[in-house]
């Protein structure tokens, strides 16, 4: 068995004295592992940074078998956020989220641009934003999508304040108000464009608390896990930032 994709680097494991056990997430053949010889040599080291865009090679003698990688670097996504602890924070938890919540070996190639995408535009302003909009699209790209068109209650697309957490639709101001404490608010620049809905820190976890709500219940709790530590730490930076800590 042999193929040849490009991925991207979700983490890796060591293995014996030098190799490790590398997870990527492919273009055509989803969430993949593979056992990479030599992969703690300085050659390699860089490149297996996770969040990296890389060509590799996959071979087995079997399907199901662990197999073999060959890599080669495609696009250092990792080494521009270094620097920086919030975005490198997102890349952590984006990975985070993928490796472990993702079924293996299941193709998404969506998923895989998608990942490409965030991972270019976390070197840019409004990073948080397009973070926390890209969880919002994981969920939908795993078959969990939050309905934000129009009231679940009453059909209304004007003056939509809440979301429900049991549906996962929004609900209009008059409609919630009698279950608000129940509801999760409903940030207003996710009903709008990418930069045209004046996003702050606040409303941003808000969002985030909104779809770490669904990611927790329809992805990680059928496996009997919590959500990453990363998604976790993130989520903590951002409210340090808001205090002003």
């Not at 985070?96 to 070197?123: K, M, Q, S, T, W």
């Not at 919630?176 to 608010?185: I, M, R, S, V, W």
Request: charged content about 20%.
């Amino acid at each position: 068995m042999e193929w040849r994709d490009e991925g991207i680097v979700l983490g890796l494991r060591r293995h014996g004295e030098s190799a490790a056990i590398v997870t990527l997430l492919t273009r055509a053949h989803g969430r993949h592992g593979g056992l990479v010889r030599g992969a703690r040599a300085a050659r390699l080291r860089g490149v297996l940074q996770p969040g990296n865009r890389v060509a590799t090679d996959w071979r087995a003698r079997l399907e199901e078998h662990l197999g073999t990688m060959t890599v080669e670097l495609v696009q250092a996504h990792a080494a521009p956020l270094l620097t920086d602890p919030g975005r490198l924070s997102a890349l952590s938890a984006a990975t985070a989220l993928i490796e472990v919540g993702l079924p293996e070996r299941e193709p998404h190639p969506v998923l895989f641009d998608n990942l490409d995408a965030l991972l270019i535009a976390l070197e840019g302003d409004g990073w948080a934003e397009t973070y926390s909009r890209w969880e919002i699209g994981l969920l939908g790209e795993l078959g969990f999508g939050l309905d934000l068109s129009a009231c679940a209650a009453t059909g209304v697309t004007e003056d939509l304040a809440y979301v429900s957490p049991k549906t996962g639709r929004a609900v209009s101001t008059e409609a919630g108000a009698p279950y608000q404490d129940k509801l999760f608010t409903l940030p207003g620049y996710l009903r709008h464009p990418l930069g045209q809905g004046g996003a702050e820190t606040e409303d941003i976890l808000g969002a985030l608390a909104i779809s770490g709500h669904f990611l927790a219940r329809h992805v990680f709790s059928p496996i009997g896990k919590p959500l990453p530590d990363p998604r976790t730490r993130l989520v903590e930076l951002l409210k340090r930032q808001q205090s002003g800590g």
